[in-house]
């Protein structure tokens, strides 16, 4: 079975374009979250989306927006870039939104702003 | 979010059991402990977790004190493969939305 896939896995961009950022879940996953990670820091909860709703969001400003797809693949769309936006991108699936759920991430975008 | 504390390294021999501890003294009743790992340039990836039974997996095993205070996370025959960063999380709201912290290094040395 595939894992979660992300796309694309590198990106380029200049300061004040803008990005989008795909993930696909596992098969039967219904839970989509985004995390940032910035170099040499933890990863940062960015959206969850479960059933196309959102369930939560980071503190991060409004150039981030995210959805659900009715196939529950998801987009982390980023408005006019900034140098602090460079970092690796994070989905994660899950089965369901419960705390006893463990999520499964995938391998990231890297994103690098100039 | 129930703060968890772990050590910002530790060094291990190939082949001796991984012994990485995690305090979480504001954890409430209803709230699991989790472990994930993340290896260099790649996502984290799940462990293992429980409420307050100990638990063992393919992975590894978690051990949960009876106050749930605190927490170890032990892979019996560490290898090389297994150096990577090591995070201890206790998701608290509704969901499952993970707030890592800094995490344990942990560095398996042949």
């Known amino acids: 079975d595939a894992g979660v896939t992300q796309s694309p896995t590198h990106l380029i961009k200049t300061r004040g374009q803008q990005v989008t950022l795909r993930c696909s879940p596992i098969?039967?996953?219904?839970?989509v979250s985004w995390y940032q990670q910035v170099l040499g820091q933890g990863p940062q909860f960015i959206f969850q989306y479960y059933e196309k709703e959102e369930r939560g969001r980071g503190n991060f400003p409004d150039r981030f927006s995210a959805r659900q797809f009715p196939n529950y693949s998801s987009e982390l769309n980023v408005n006019a870039l900034l140098l602090g936006d460079s970092a690796l991108y994070l989905c994660?699936?899950?089965?369901?939104?419960?705390?006893?759920?463990?999520?499964?991430f995938g391998s990231g975008t890297q994103l690098s702003v100039l | 979010d129930a703060k968890t504390t772990q050590p910002p390294s530790m060094d291990c021999a190939e082949g001796r059991a991984a012994n990485l501890p995690c305090n979480h003294s504001?954890?409430?009743?209803?709230?699991?402990v989790y472990w994930y790992r993340q290896i260099h340039s790649q996502g984290p990836q799940y462990i293992i977790h429980g409420l307050k039974n100990n638990e063992t997996n393919e992975m590894a095993s978690l051990i949960i004190t009876e106050d749930r205070k605190s927490s170890t996370l032990i892979l019996p025959h560490a290898t090389l493969r297994d150096t990577a960063v090591y995070y201890c999380?206790?998701?608290?709201?509704?969901?499952?939305?993970?707030?890592f912290g800094a995490g344990t290094i942990l560095r398996v040395k042949s």
């Open positions: 999380i206790v998701p608290q709201e509704y969901g499952n939305k993970l707030v």
């Open positions: 098969s039967g996953h219904k839970s």
């Open positions: 504001t954890i409430s009743g209803n709230e699991y």
């Open positions: 994660a699936s899950s089965f369901r939104d419960r705390r006893d759920e463990k999520l499964f």
